[in-house]
């Protein structure tokens, strides 16, 4: 799993942001609704490969995956080129989070191959495209 380090904000009402992780500041306990995209395109030895997302939150003890926001995509398209798989991938999700004061959230990405034939496989080239990783905290309770 990555985390992606350098995020453009763009208001930021009680979170800050440092290396990847977003930081809640509030003073009350929230819920959030979190939501993110990201596209991909890239290369690898193998056919099949996907890539993942989901959201981390550190209340103090390490970073755990908040449940039911791991998403696996399947690649958008793909085609053969020299012996290696270029696949571009699209994929977005969503979780509500209660966040307190001083909790963080991440996004990570990764990827996997679906193809049951092998046990080893080799990726490169990865880049983000059109506006890269998009991360949205919207406010999911009734609280100002």
Known sequence: WVTPTTWVVRESENWTHDSGEFAYTGSD???FLVSWAFSFTGWSSKNWWRMKG???QDTGSGHVVVPGSTIAG???AYYSLFGVFVEDHILS???IVEVSDGDTLSLDYG???SNG???TFNV???FSNDDGFLLTITPADNRP
Request: glycine residues 10%; contains cysteine.
């Open 54 to 56: 989901r959201i981390t």
């Open 29 to 31: 306990t929230r819920q």
């Open 124 to 126: 490169g080239s990865l």
């Open 111 to 113: 990827n996997y191959c």
């Open 93 to 95: 999700g969503s979780s």
């Open 117 to 119: 034939s092998i046990s």
């Open 74 to 76: 399947q690649q958008y």
